[in-house]
């Protein structure tokens, strides 16, 4: 079955420090991955994409096709990171719909 | 330039009524997509548009829901009868031809509510 995971549905750290929001999948292929992230009051946005393997705003994501993960990272948090985040993937043929996770809400204390 | 539109934005009806919520896309995107985001839920996929044709309308939870896109650009989702359970928010996203490189660019939602 196609699947995401996001175990975590609140995150808190202080500002400053590290923040890895966790995201597990479930494929037969090799899927894209996306994060998306929601802020207060904003819609949904495209944060980054596995195949561009760019830095966007300071967070990265490694895909582990191993561990079948794509966990987002960023090494000092931000009060403005604060946000809903969502991990989605799209499949390798047919319609490329997304299937997202459940999402988790980052917030970063000041 | 303008981004995905969703109208309305919120929408408030009774059990039983039937209700339509409309999708303007980014201008020359063929792919357009609808989504349901229950709360606390991520969104789920209810059906695909490329051009006119509905290529997936797997996602569509039964047939009181339908949706069309006769020219290939505004999309309208329609529920008949509604019921309590279809109260959540609609998302649209639209994509320049549907590849799973592209990035999908999602409208602000309609939020529904059935009581």
């Known amino acids: 079955a196609q699947r995401v995971t996001q175990p975590e549905k609140l995150l808190s750290v202080f500002k400053g420090a590290p923040v890895e929001l966790k995201c597990n999948y479930s494929?037969?292929?090799?899927?894209?991955l996306f994060w998306y992230v929601q802020y207060s009051r904003q819609r949904l946005q495209l944060l980054l994409r596995h195949i561009s393997r760019e830095s966007i705003k300071g967070f990265t994501a490694d895909l582990n096709k191993g561990e079948t993960s794509f966990h987002l990272k960023k090494p000092f948090a931000q009060e403005e990171d604060s946000a809903m985040y969502y991990c989605a993937l799209s499949g390798t043929s047919g319609t490329y719909k997304y299937i997202f996770g459940t999402g988790t809400r980052l917030k970063v204390l000041a | 330039g303008a981004g995905v539109s969703q109208t309305p934005s919120n929408k408030v009806t009774e059990k039983g009524k039937y209700v339509e919520l409309r999708c303007d896309p980014i201008s020359g995107h063929t792919a357009l997509y609808w989504y349901r985001q229950s709360l606390g839920q991520g969104p789920e996929f209810l059906i695909y548009f490329q051009g006119t044709g509905a290529a997936d309308d797997s996602g569509l939870p039964n047939d009181r829901f339908f949706a069309v896109r006769p020219e290939g650009s505004v999309s309208t989702l329609k529920i008949q009868r509604t019921e309590r359970g279809d109260s959540a928010v609609y998302l649209c996203a639209s994509s320049l031809r549907g590849t799973n490189q592209e990035t999908q660019y999602f409208g602000p939602g309609t939020r529904l509510l059935v009581l």
């Open positions: 494929y037969s292929g090799s899927p894209e």
